[in-house]
């Protein structure tokens, strides 16, 4: 397998760097940075049925991946997570053409898992011997299981209410962690100072070009699974939107490899309204988004005030006919519980919001039963113990012939 990176581009001033030296954002207007590949090349040497051939995990795609040299690549075995029929979730809303792609079955529990492969494995590639990140935790707890895995010094910065099962795997991975007094944008802000003046490389969304390639190749998994065509619609929890760009991208490279046609399905960003930045730009008609005041959510995935991606992640959903809609902490919390007994899937608060952004996009007649619709839940309700309401439950004993009874 060979890499056919080619370059960086930046995606809005559209200045081109070497795809060989470490760069974060570009240098002329501080933007995202693409990894770009020569996709030609791709489609003459790459048929796309072989793939199914290949070992699964992430990095079977590897000519549209970042790393050059396969002994760099630095991997958990995340990728190809079940994609599930909603069964008896969807039988309740009334379809039977509802999906939920689980992420939480990545390692260290949430989809971050792959960003921070594709973004150590190039950081390690290029040379780095420190990385830091700013995050709310599941960033946090992948850069720390990855770092470590690489022999790579890791320095994280999160919210001082951050859960604190993600607290544990960061020290338990031998990560030098640190509580702000903040949000997670504060927690970047000491990122980059650390940046300027110890010389970490800084992986922060979307601050540097390749979490975005990890994470794209969530949009390649369901091309797959769909035969190579794409759902009606995706609805994605969104903070700084790595996974929602990175699935645009990957949907532009599909089509220019002739695998897919040009059909898109209909983006949609879900936020709490405790903290909608993007749902709010997206109603007002604007292309970036304002700080979001006093930020505040039970799922601190989403509680990103301010997004650099902003732009492109409104460019998706409009582009695509998507929407952008926020729900509230009462329905995320429901929703968690409806996830995991409905479906069977043990859903971060983040993951279980989509479910409420479904309903309400239902019963606005934006989505329909018909619609091929993705939700995708992003991680694992297990690092958010906090909150689940521990039941009252019923302690039996064995030696009482009378404990039928006591079992309704």
Not at 27 to 43: E, I, M, N, S, W
Not at 155 to 162: E, G, K, L, N, S
Not at 285 to 309: K, M, N, S, W, Y
Not at 356 to 382: N, Q
Request: hydrophobic residues 40%.
């Amino acid at each position: 397998m060979h890499s056919h990176l080619s370059h960086l581009q930046c995606t809005y001033c559209g200045e081109t760097y070497a795809a060989d030296e470490l760069h974060t954002t570009c240098p002329k207007c501080g933007k995202v940075l693409f990894a770009r590949y020569d996709l030609q090349a791709v489609r003459a040497h790459l048929d796309r049925d072989a793939l199914a051939c290949r070992p699964r995990g992430m990095w079977r795609w590897f000519e549209i991946m970042p790393v050059r040299d396969p002994a760099n690549v630095v991997t958990l075995g995340e990728g190809d997570t079940p994609l599930l029929p909603a069964g008896r979730l969807g039988e309740h809303l009334g379809t039977e053409r509802l999906w939920i792609k689980d992420e939480g079955l990545n390692p260290t529990g949430s989809f971050k898992a792959r960003g921070l492969s594709a973004a150590v494995s190039k950081a390690k590639e290029l040379g780095a011997k420190a990385i830091a990140i700013p995050s709310a935790g599941n960033a946090a707890s992948a850069l720390a299981a990855y770092g470590a895995r690489a022999g790579l010094a890791v320095y994280q910065f999160m919210p001082q209410d951050v859960p604190e099962m993600m607290r544990k795997e960061a020290h338990q991975y031998g990560a030098r962690t640190y509580l702000v007094k903040g949000l997670i944008n504060d927690a970047g802000r000491l990122v980059r100072e650390g940046a300027r003046h110890k010389g970490w490389f800084d992986v922060s969304t979307l601050r540097e070009p390749y979490r975005q390639e990890g994470k794209k190749t969530m949009g390649l998994e369901l091309a797959q699974h769909f035969g190579w065509s794409l759902p009606d619609a995706i609805i994605y929890p969104t903070g700084g939107g790595t996974g929602i760009v990175g699935m645009w991208k990957a949907f532009d490279e599909l089509e220019q490899l002739g695998w897919i046609g040009a059909k898109r399905p209909k983006m949609v960003v879900v936020q709490a309204e405790g903290c909608a930045p993007i749902v709010r730009a997206y109603q007002a008609g604007q292309r970036h988004a304002e700080l979001f005041p006093d930020a505040h959510t039970i799922a601190p995935g989403i509680r990103v005030p301010a997004a650099i991606g902003d732009y492109l992640i409104l460019d998706a959903v409009r582009s695509s006919g998507g929407t952008a809609i926020a729900v509230s902490d009462e329905e995320i919390a429901r929703d968690m519980r409806e996830m995991a007994r409905l479906a069977g899937v043990f859903a971060s608060p983040e993951g279980a919001a989509t479910l409420s952004a479904y309903k309400k996009l239902r019963a606005e007649g934006f989505l329909s039963p018909d619609d091929v619709t993705v939700l995708f839940s992003c991680g694992s309700a297990f690092k958010n113990a906090e909150l689940i309401q521990p039941p009252s439950l019923t302690v039996l004993d064995p030696n009482d012939p009378g404990w039928l009874n006591e079992v309704a």
